[in-house]
């Protein structure tokens, strides 16, 4: 299937003009961490998640104040929002901290909350959801999420290094860290939790980025080989023309589906699919401009073992057409 017939886009002309744009965005979104701080669910906070039906639709400014009146557990740091479809009018109630570990504890935060609900004259409701996790076992998962990111940044860089070269390994471990900062700048800027769902779909997404900037660097391979007497920015324009087509299909592909589950996946998916659409566009966006621009800076005055290996190889080729020119003077003599 072919979308676009003979592209031939400069692409790389704006290659500091996307690098410069990413900055701005990765730094807007540190900016935002560092003053508000990272919006962690409960499963890396630790605390207490009870989601609630009413009959009549609450205020969530009359919950807050409930809380704060009738919550022994602090009802001033709790977060208060609605949950899902407005019309089940349901209301999500987050306390940071679960206190004690072991035992009926627990559940403790949890019925301390609708308790101080019970008394704040509601009406009717009733919890439809709970969710607990201890401190410890949020720092744990913490932990096991930045290994797992490091991990598959490691092995990103040996693999491409290995089949490429190393400006191209290079690019692709620099394009992956973009697309996860600029996707934490994004999440932090439409106020989304970071949840174990998040990190699989940045985790999804690291690896749908290092595939799309493998099947460039793939054709730029092919490519230093016809193409020897172009120079490299040339190479990497024509290469990235070429799977203008595959990427467009795979992305647009992938996109429709992430697109879907944010609008039909339900409450619960919402994070996941966000961060997917996010991921999918900044992960495009990044092979094409971001990972080519750090082979271009890092290859700007160093030749490629891959176009060195064709003209190396085609001169023990020369030497018998040589040979035979000298034979036959020597004949001729």
């Known amino acids: 299937m072919h979308i676009f017939t003979n592209p031939n886009y400069n692409f790389l002309r704006w290659r500091w003009h996307a690098v410069a744009l990413s900055w701005i965005v990765i730094l807007a979104g540190v900016g935002m961490i560092y003053t508000k701080g990272l919006q962690k669910g409960i499963e890396f906070a630790g605390g ?18 409930a809380l704060n009146r009738n919550f022994a557990g602090g009802g001033e740091n709790a977060i208060v ?3 899902g479809d407005p019309s089940l009018r349901q209301v999500m109630v987050r306390v940071p901290q679960v206190g004690a570990e072991q035992g009926a504890s627990l559940s403790a935060s949890a019925q301390a909350v609708e308790a101080a609900l019970r008394k704040g004259n509601f009406g009717n409701f009733k919890v439809v959801g709970t969710e607990i996790v201890g401190p410890s076992v949020g720092g744990e998962l913490t932990q096991k999420g930045i290994s797992a990111f490091i991990l598959s940044l490691i092995g990103i860089l040996a693999y491409i290094a290995f089949r490429f070269e190393f400006s191209f390994a290079v690019g692709a471990v620099i394009a992956t860290l973009h697309d996860v900062l600029v996707t934490f700048a994004f999440l932090e ?10 990190i699989a779909a940045i985790l999804t997404v690291t690896g749908y980025s290092t595939n799309d900037t493998i099947v460039i ?3 730029v391979r092919e490519n230093m080989r016809k193409m020897r007497r172009d120079s490299l920015m040339e190479i990497i324009n024509v290469s990235i023309n070429q799977t203008l087509g595959r990427t467009v299909i795979t992305a647009g592909t992938a996109f429709l589906s992430a697109i879907a589950l944010f609008l039909f996946g339900g409450e619960v998916l919402h994070g996941f699919a966000f961060t997917m659409i996010v991921g999918i566009i900044t992960g495009t966006y990044s092979s094409v401009f971001v990972a080519a621009a750090i082979v271009t800076f890092w290859r700007r005055t160093r030749p490629s073992k891959m176009s060195a290996a064709a003209p190396a190889a085609a001169a023990p080729a020369a030497s018998p057409s040589r040979k035979s020119k000298s034979q036959r003077k020597a004949r001729a003599s």
């Open 189 to 198: 800027f439409f106020h989304y939790d970071i949840t174990l769902n998040v």
């Open 48 to 65: 207490t998640s009870v989601i609630m039906q009413f009959d009549q639709t609450p205020s969530v400014d009359a919950v807050r104040t």
């Open 81 to 83: 929002q609605m949950y």
């Open 217 to 219: 660097f793939d054709r």
